[in-house]
């Protein structure tokens, strides 16, 4: 399965409002609720308490606020860009502005892992990362990503490295 297989057009908001690490992780929540049909609040809580837990700020202005949750039908991914950015972890990572948001079943820890591990290294591409901050639409993020992981894929099966996350279903956006 593909990052991309977890991610809609719906779940991505290419002008977030929020200007601190609290508002971004609301607007998060709420874009995962509508599929997870869990509450926002709860989402939200969950995403906070693993970011107390280790941060997950990466280098180049990303961060991959995520959690594991029991009882949820299925992996669900969203992807935001707060154009201004906000200080997310400590100060010395600087300000993020690519947010991708990530909730998997309890029972699914290889497939998340493996899932975070895609998404990290896709976004260490500084191209892609001025692509995405570039885009308009949410369609128009949808499709880089798209383009990004099949790039991203062929990448790694020329080094041997994983191409897929084994085992992770149907758990289409």
């Given at each position: 399965?593909r990052?991309?297989?977890?991610l809609s057009?719906?779940?991505?908001?290419?002008?977030?409002?929020?200007?601190?690490r609290?508002?971004v992780?609301?607007?998060?929540a709420?874009?995962?609720?509508?599929?997870?049909?869990?509450a926002?609040?709860?989402?939200e809580?969950?995403l906070?308490?693993r970011e107390r837990?280790?941060?997950?700020v990466l280098?180049?202005?990303v961060?991959?606020?995520?959690?594991?949750?029991?009882?949820?039908?299925?992996?669900?991914?969203?992807?935001?860009?707060?154009?201004?950015g906000?200080?997310?972890?400590?100060?010395?990572?600087?300000?993020v502005?690519?947010?991708?948001?990530?909730?998997s079943?309890?029972n699914?820890?290889?497939?998340?892992?493996?899932?975070?591990?895609?998404?990290?290294?896709?976004l260490?591409?500084?191209?892609?990362?001025d692509?995405?901050?570039a885009?308009v639409?949410?369609?128009?993020?949808?499709?880089?990503?798209?383009?990004?992981?099949?790039?991203?894929?062929?990448?790694?099966?020329?080094?041997?490295?994983?191409?897929?996350?084994?085992?992770?279903?149907?758990?289409?956006?």
């Open positions: 399965m990052f991309t297989d977890f057009e719906e779940r991505i908001r290419p002008f977030m409002r929020a200007n601190d609290t508002g992780v609301h607007e998060l709420e874009l995962l609720s509508a599929r997870t049909m869990v926002p609040s709860r989402l809580r969950l906070l308490e837990m280790a941060g997950t280098a180049g202005g961060a991959i606020p995520h959690c594991r949750l029991e009882g949820l039908p299925r992996i669900t991914a969203c992807v935001g860009i707060l154009h201004e906000c200080f997310f972890g400590e100060p010395e990572d600087g300000r502005r690519i947010f991708v948001g990530l909730v079943p309890m699914t820890s290889g497939q998340h892992l493996n899932l975070l591990a895609r998404i990290a290294g896709m260490r591409d500084v191209s892609l990362r692509e995405l901050l885009a639409s949410a369609s128009e993020i949808h499709q880089i990503l798209l383009r990004a992981e099949e790039a991203h894929v062929a990448r790694m099966a020329r080094r041997g490295g994983l191409t897929f996350v084994e085992g992770a279903g149907s758990g289409h956006a």
